[in-house]
C-alpha cells in the first residue's frame, strides 16, 4: 500500500496561484502514475491531472492551460501548479496513485481544501 500526504491548500483569490504537493511513500513500486483528483461540494469526484513516470501528462479540458503537474521520482513527489485559479476550482483536491493513466486510482490521499473567493 501507499501513503499520501498532501500539502499546500488554502484560500486564494480569483486569479491567483497555489501549488498543491503530495508525498508517497510505502510500496513505491505502484508509483506507476501519480495525479490528482478533486471533489466540489454536491458534486462527484473529477479527475484534474495525472502523470506517469516517464513524464506523460493528461489534464481535464477545465483545467488546460492553467494546471501543471510534475512530478520528482527521486524524492516520490507530486506537484499541481495552478494558475489563474477560478471560483468553480473550489474543492478538496486528492493526491492518487493508480497503475496506467485512466485506471481507477489504487491509493488516495487524505486530500486538501482550496478555496477561490474574493
Known amino acids: 500500500q501507499v501513503q499520501l500526504v498532501e500539502s499546500g491548500g488554502g484560500l486564494v483569490q480569483p486569479g491567483g496561484s497555489l501549488r498543491l504537493s503530495c508525498a508517497a511513500s510505502g510500496s513505491i513500486f505502484r508509483l506507476y502514475a501519480m495525479g490528482w483528483y478533486r471533489q466540489a461540494p454536491g458534486k462527484q469526484r473529477e479527475l484534474v491531472a495525472t502523470?506517469?513516470?516517464?513524464?506523460?501528462?493528461n489534464y481535464a479540458d477545465s483545467v488546460k492551460g492553467r494546471f501543471t503537474i510534475s512530478r520528482d521520482n527521486a524524492k516520490n513527489m507530486v506537484y499541481l501548479q495552478m494558475n489563474s485559479l477560478r471560483p468553480e476550482d473550489t474543492a478538496v483536491y486528492y493526491c492518487?496513485?493508480?497503475?496506467?493513466?485512466?485506471?481507477?486510482?489504487?491509493?488516495w490521499g487524505q486530500g486538501t481544501q482550496v478555496t477561490v473567493s474574493s
Open positions: 502523470i506517469i513516470r516517464t513524464g506523460f501528462t
Open positions: 492518487i496513485t493508480a497503475s496506467s493513466l485512466g485506471a481507477t486510482p489504487s491509493d
